[in-house]
């Protein structure tokens, strides 16, 4: 059984620890404290403030990353869990100047509002693109059943996916 | 929302994972995927000092046939599982409550092992440190962290009642009973293997029959020529079931020879339906009916999760049928706007 | 036009695709402390005081501040100035801030939190409107109106019971709508520092920066100007950012006091506990018609579950009875409308602020007149729209209607004439209309000042920089912004940098709220940028030798109309204003037109134009089970003219989302304990798991229809369109549910508990509905009587005390909305 709760320990400050991990394709060595998660990493400790937060509990998809390709929810990960793994984040998707197309399409066919979401459905989408070059609706559907948005209703995301798959072909 | 410190303890082997249980004591907490683990430990449902790591245990990780059974390492991602080529139509009930359970997301760091050791739920207990004092705390997290434990505590779901009724909300549990899968547990001590059902016990706070020292290694799965499983939620991702109905069938020609119905979201524990009514005889809508009732009877919902109760009842009804009709063959499409829904979610 | 009307990329777009925008918890200063609080576990409590000196003492803990530290109290309308950063002496519901915890890291915070001891002596739970009614004792505030009803209002437009008498038919329906919350993705998070100079610098999550700024020099007894809000870009907002938060004020007073940078970022549950979300409202709709089912007169009742705190709870009263008259003709009407005070998180504005609610009743009840009359729904809306540029019985004064349109493009996309009821049992569709206002005729205190102000600078490099403290919350009021100016001066939005949202680098915006930003700003960025296109084209005529006339601005040029080749490049015509003007700038304002309503509480509802949609809706029903789906939304909005038609269609298909949302499975939901047990009241599932937010899974396919009928009021015709197109939507779901199986739910949301339990009432012979049988005795005071203009009125009640116009009083402490 789970252990019941007990008096908490204060946080023990200063005990660190080191992880190398590759982070948008540049190895990075970084030094945390134990119980953070990947997201609190990304964006405290490596200052990756593109990764987004919406719940903490994974219950949003606001916090996906691809680790080793796969999207996964920072926010429920252990950054002890990602040694040596591949992280990418929306910082990691253009290449140099050029934006990702999927990048280019959201932004001209409106399919980021307020743009909180989105680092999330743009890294999750890449994966789908990666896996499945051409999907359909209800690939693209079933693929960011993980991502809430608030603004957009999907309509204008699914869209964006469709193009910039078109267009990368 | 931060999680709280804890030591660190990455198992290399499944020996050194049980090693590192036992030398635990009752504060070391296993990690799987660590997706309903890092939650709890957010909201202080439980303050483990010690984690223990499974990610690098590399037995875990297996999925390979076993005799006439797969073996499934208790490592084994749900995503990857729901996708995996070597689950035939012989697995199809696994297949489908691998592929519905929480997100894509959630579902490619969520493992079987910790899918079949999640705790079991209530809208009292997976809930913040502070909403909970707000109601005074209950019977399976009865002490606030900063308070003394009072003694015993209050099951909120039903006041008046000595035990816990949080419910057993995972998929795949009555899936792999329902495809007659055993269970293997690993402790330092040696293994033992049980029929999954056996795993599990009616009651919210001690739900499994699991020793503190024992982690869960594999589950051999048969399979069924027959099996489905419907999953009730009010969406259609994320969402926790409200209901599950896991059913594998054997017929003879049209002659039910074998047949096994669990339902899953109505009680502390996945509930097993005897099934000697259907056997002998087709599958016909009168059978059905009977057997429904049945089932409707055996669910037991209670007001502590979404939806209410008396309708996840009814739906009880609706979906046995639905599942039992879908396995004698019936057109989905002639099921209605509930079983398309359950179509539909069926990844590509 | 070159830019406007064409579907293009927003000026913001690149940045939130690559994770550059800002938002305010991506914010970190050197020094940075970290603010938690405690928040009250108990729902309605005396507070005997808080034991601070474990936390204190704490390690990384930097200062504790409580009630004490805050006497000064707040709200965002100046009736209603009933909140503190900290609480004083009560706590009125789960989750009421009661101290701060301000430390060197998040950790260090939250765990000292746990170390305060709050004492308190606890007070009656009042759960819902009901019982506030029923228990006018202990009072949540003093100052409501009478027992814990905050607030009452009434109005009488003719003699109602006349034409209730003589009328027809008669239509009596009581309906309830639950309350339901905002939900941005992002969690509210602010940041404040204390500047070189030792001003204050407050960077917020805030819809309202004008507000902020207010509520802070207000709370902090700090001049105004030596604080500067940062609205940074909302990561969504529909209301829930549009009130001054105790957050905000808390971070600002601990950097003033530590002399360091403070952040905040609240849990998603905290977020829950802010709420200002939609009020819960019963409502008793009764309607005459005549023969053929056109309305004679309305009569409305509604009684709104406000919260604990006044919020922006007045106006919300005043919304849920304003806008009834703006869609179809009543010729006479009544409303009266009363808020009450329970121990649960304020309730506020939300998307549609007020109006959803009695939408509903209206669009529904609407259907069953057609239905028990034989008539077809569309034609009995179609034939008795508001007349385009008229007064209603209420003295709104309506510009252009698109309505008819909108009906017609809906219906016919539907096939709604040859489809509705003669689908197959379990399948059907529902219609349903409704208009929207495109800002507010008043300010939200008193004053004549203009409601938006925008400022441009020219310089010699041939760079545009438009100020505005507008803010961008995801609508897209800064491409707005600057697809209006780059139109004026011919040049490409990307050319404009656009500083917004910012109190101390643009002139006073009151705030991205009542879908006031597009018509406002716009109309103050068309006249700052026609006044920079005057001296622009004044030194370009000068050098060209041509009448100002004949020059025309675009493609980065300015040039001879008759002879196109002849001109100068943008920023050689902008070097030769300079020239010779000297340096450039010019500004622009805007302030809505003064209302024909002149009755006390006419200032809720006047609105410079109002928007209009229609919406048809297919579900799907399982008879047994109740299983609801809706397969396909189609929707005509009358935007006026869309400025950016990607911004816009994004705009409809997310209101489409959030009302699909709150039809079918959202829920403030709450739970109050046993009371022989406990007092405890609290949220039910402040969670993004168990609050559901439609997925993907939910959205249905949705076809969109803009119809453009330019408003002269609205910046080139264009109209609001961030909220209307919700409006339509739960309506027509519920009367699609009638339509597929034949019961009324008269209660949002429509849930597959509530269809069942209606098909089992049917089933025992009893009424085929679900909802409130009756309207609780509110103890309505004398309506104002106020006399239709076709009656003889001028905007002014008969029996209303005449008030000496008092403007310093007023704007102090009095009441606007009036
Ligand atoms: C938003 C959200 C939605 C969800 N929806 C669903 C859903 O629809 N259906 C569903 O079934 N679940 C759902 N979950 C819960 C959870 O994600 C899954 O059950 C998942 O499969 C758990 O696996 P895990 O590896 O992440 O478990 P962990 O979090 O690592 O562990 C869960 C429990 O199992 C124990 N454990 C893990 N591995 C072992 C082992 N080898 N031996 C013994 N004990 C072990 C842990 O100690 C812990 O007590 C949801 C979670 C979230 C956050
Ligand atoms: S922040 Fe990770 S899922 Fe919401
Ligand atoms: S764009 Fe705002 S949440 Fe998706």
């Known amino acids: 059984m789970p252990p019941q709760p007990q008096p908490p320990q204060p946080p023990t400050a200063g005990s660190k620890v080191v992880l190398t991990l590759t982070v948008n394709g540049e190895a990075a060595e970084v030094a945390f404290e134990p119980h953070k998660t990947l997201l609190e990493v990304l964006r405290e400790d490596l200052a990756l403030t593109g990764t987004k937060h919406g719940c903490e509990l994974g219950e949003c998809g606001a916090c996906a990353v691809l680790v080793d390709g796969k999207p996964v929810l920072s926010c429920l990960m252990l950054a002890l869990e990602c040694g040596g793994a591949s992280v990418t984040t929306v910082e990691g998707l253009a290449r140099g100047a050029q934006l990702d197309p999927l990048q280019d399409a959201f932004a001209d066919l409106g399919a980021a509002q307020c743009g909180y979401c989105t680092p999330g459905i743009l890294v999750t989408a890449r994966a789908l693109l990666d896996q499945h070059p051409a999907p359909t609706r209800p690939q693209i559907e079933e693929a960011l059943a993980g991502n809430l948005c608030r603004c957009t209703g999907y309509l204008s995301i699914y869209q964006a996916v469709e193009q910039a798959a078109r267009k990368a072909r | ?348 | ?818």
């Open chain 3, 1 to 818: 036009m070159n830019i406007i009307g064409k579907p293009r990329r927003r000026v913001d777009g690149r940045a939130k695709v690559t994770g550059q925008t800002r938002f305010a918890d991506d914010l970190t200063l050197p020094r940075m402390l970290w603010c938690r609080l405690l928040r009250s576990h108990l729902p309605h409590a005396r507070v005997d005081g808080v034991d601070t000196a474990a936390a204190a003492a704490a390690r990384g803990v930097k200062l504790v501040l409580t009630g004490a530290d805050f006497p000064i109290p707040y709200g965002i309308l100046p009736v209603s100035q009933d909140e503190h950063a900290l609480a004083q002496e009560r706590v009125r519901f789960v989750g009421d801030p009661v101290a701060a915890v301000i430390a060197t890291s998040e950790e260090a915070a939250q765990a000292a939190v746990q170390l305060l001891a709050p004492r308190y002596t606890p007070l009656t739970t009042i759960s819902d409107a009901h019982d506030a009614l029923a228990t006018p004792a202990p009072q949540l505030h003093t100052y409501a109106e009478v027992g814990n009803l905050h607030k009452r209002v009434g109005f009488e437009f003719g003699d109602v019971d006349a034409s209730f008498a003589s009328a027809p038919h008669v239509f009596d329906d009581s309906f309830f709508y639950q309350g339901n919350t905002h939900l941005p993705i992002e969690q509210h998070a602010t940041l404040a520092a204390v500047d070189g100079d030792g001003k204050l610098t407050v960077w917020s999550s805030t819809q309202t920066p004008h507000y902020l700024h207010r509520a802070l020099a207000k709370a902090l007894a700090m001049p105004a100007a030596h604080i500067r809000v940062i609205a940074t870009p909302n990561g969504g907002g529909f209301g829930g950012k549009s009130d001054p938060f105790h957050h905000e004020i808390v971070v600002a007073g601990a950097a003033l006091r530590t002399g360091r940078p403070v952040k905040i970022c609240l849990s998603r549950e905290e977020v829950f506990y802010c709420h200002r979300g939609r009020h819960p409202v019963d409502m008793r709709l009764r309607t005459a018609t005549d023969a053929c089912g056109k309305i004679l007169a309305m009569d409305l009742e509604t009684l709104l579950d406000g919260g604990a705190y006044g919020s922006y709870g007045v106006a919300s009263t005043f919304y849920t009875g304003a806008l009834q008259t703006v869609t179809y003709e009543i010729p006479r009407y009544r409303f009266r409308g009363a808020r009450a005070f329970t121990n649960k998180p304020p309730c506020g504005p939300k998307r549609g602020h007020g109006t959803p609610q009695p939408r509903f009743a209206q669009e529904v009840q609407l259907d069953k007149i057609a239905v028990a009359l034989g008539r077809n729904p569309a034609d009995l809306r179609l034939e008795q729209l508001c007349k385009p540029n008229s007064l209603t019985a209420n003295y709104m004064r309506v510009g252009t209607i698109g309505l008819g349109r909108c009906i017609d493009a809906v219906v016919e996309g539907s096939r709604f004439r040859e489809r509705w009821g003669k689908l197959p049992r379990g399948r059907g569709l529902g219609i349903a209309c409704s208009s929207y206002l495109c800002g507010a005729g008043l300010p939200i205190y008193w004053n004549k000042l203009p409601h938006s102000g925008v400022q441009l600078k020219l310089d010699r490099s041939g760079g545009v920089t438009a100020f505005c403290g507008a803010t961008e919350i995801g609508q897209g009021s800064d491409d707005v912004l600057a697809g209006l100016v780059a139109e004026v001066l011919g040049i490409d939005p990307f050319d404009i940098r656009v500083v917004t949202g910012d109190t101390d680098l643009g002139p006073v915006d009151l705030g991205s709220y009542s879908s006031r930003v597009t018509l406002m700003m716009g109309n103050a960025a068309l006249e700052a940028a026609g006044r920079a296109r005057e001296l622009i084209a004044s030194a370009v005529a000068a050098e060209l030798q041509l009448p100002v006339a004949r020059l025309g601005f675009a493609e980065r040029r300015v040039f001879d109309l008759e002879e196109p080749t002849r001109g100068l490049s943008f920023a050689d015509a902008v070097i030769a204003a300079e020239t010779r003007h000297g340096t450039l700038g010019t500004v622009g304002s805007y302030r809505p037109p003064d209302s024909a309503a002149r009755y006390k509480g006419g200032g809720v509802g006047p609105s410079p134009a109002y928007s209009y949609s229609a919406a048809v809706i297919e579900v799907e029903v399982c008879p047994d089970t109740g299983w609801l789906d809706v397969t396909q939304v189609w929707i005509g909005h009358d935007i006026g003219r869309s400025l950016n038609p990607a911004s816009v269609r994004g705009q409809v298909e997310g209101s489409v989302y959030m009302g699909l949302g709150e039809a079918l499975m959202e829920e403030s939901a709450f739970r109050r304990l046993p009371p022989k047990r406990s007092d405890a009241l609290v949220h039910k599932f402040p969670s993004l798991l168990e609050y559901k937010s439609p997925t993907t899974r939910e959205m249905p396919p949705c076809t969109t229809y803009l119809i453009e009928d330019p408003d002269p009021q609205g910046p080139l015709g264009a109209k609001e369109v961030g909220q209307g197109p919700l409006l339509p939507i739960m309506p027509a779901v519920a009367n699609a549910v009638f339509d597929a199986v034949g019961v009324r739910v008269d209660e949002v949301p429509i849930t597959p508990e509530k269809i069942v339990r209606a098909l089992e009432e049917a089933a025992r012979g009893r009424p085929a509905r679900v909802g409130p049988t009756g309207f609780p005795d509110v103890g309505w005071p004398e309506p104002l009587r106020v006399a239709p203009p076709w009656e003889g009125g001028d905007g002014k009640a008969a029996n209303e005390t005449p008030r000496r116009p008092r403007p310093d009083k007023d704007a102090k402490d009095k009441q606007v909305p009036r």
């Open chain 2, 1 to 348: 929302m931060r999680a709280p410190s804890f030591r660190w303890h990455a198992a290399t082997s499944l020996a050194d994972a049980a090693r590192a249980l036992a030398a635990g004591g009752p504060r070391a907490l296993l990690l799987g995927g660590g997706t309903d683990v890092v939650p709890a430990i957010k909201r202080r449902q439980y303050v483990p000092e010690l984690l223990i790591s499974l990610r690098q245990v590399a037995e875990l990780g297996r999925l390979e046939p076993h005799g006439a059974s797969l073996r499934i390492g208790a490592g084994v991602r749900l995503g990857a599982l729901a996708a995996d080529d070597r689950l035939g139509v012989g697995h199809t009930a696994l297949r489908r409550a691998a592929g519905v359970v929480a997100s894509p997301h959630i579902r490619n760091v969520a493992t079987l092992g910790g899918n079949l050791c999640l705790d079991t739920r209530c809208n009292y207990y997976n809930q913040s440190l502070e909403w909970r004092r707000a109601v005074d705390y209950c019977m399976k997290a009865p002490a606030g962290v900063a308070l003394a434990a009072p003694a015993g505590g209050t099951c909120w779901v039903a006041p008046g009642s000595p035990r816990c009724w949080a419910v057993s909300q995972t998929d795949c549990a009555p899936a792999l009973i329902a495809l007659g899968a055993s269970v293997t547990l690993v402790s330092a001590e040696g293994q033992r293997t049980l029929p999954l059902a056996d795993l599990y016990r009616d009651d919210g706070m001690t739900w499994l029959t699991r020793r503190p020292d024992e982690l869960l290694a594999w589950v051999d799965v048969p399979a069924a020529a027959r099996s489905t499983y419907w999953k009730l939620r009010r969406r259609g991702s994320f969402d926790f079931p409200v209901l599950g109905v896991a059913a594998a069938v054997e017929l003879a020609g049209d002659v039910v020879t074998a047949a096994r119905v669990v339902l899953g979201a109505v009680a502390s524990h996945p509930v097993v339906v005897p099934t000697e009514s259907l056997l002998g005889r087709p599958l016909g809508d009168d059978a059905i009916a009977a057997f429904a009732e049945l089932a409707t009877r055996l669910a037991k919902p209670l007001d502590n999760t979404d939806y209410q109760l008396g309708w996840r009842k009814r739906v009880t009804r609706a979906y046995v049928v639905g599942a039992l009709r879908e396995l004698r063959g019936d057109d989905p499409a002639l099921l209605g706007v509930l079983a398309r829904r359950q179509a539909a979610l069926i990844p590509a």
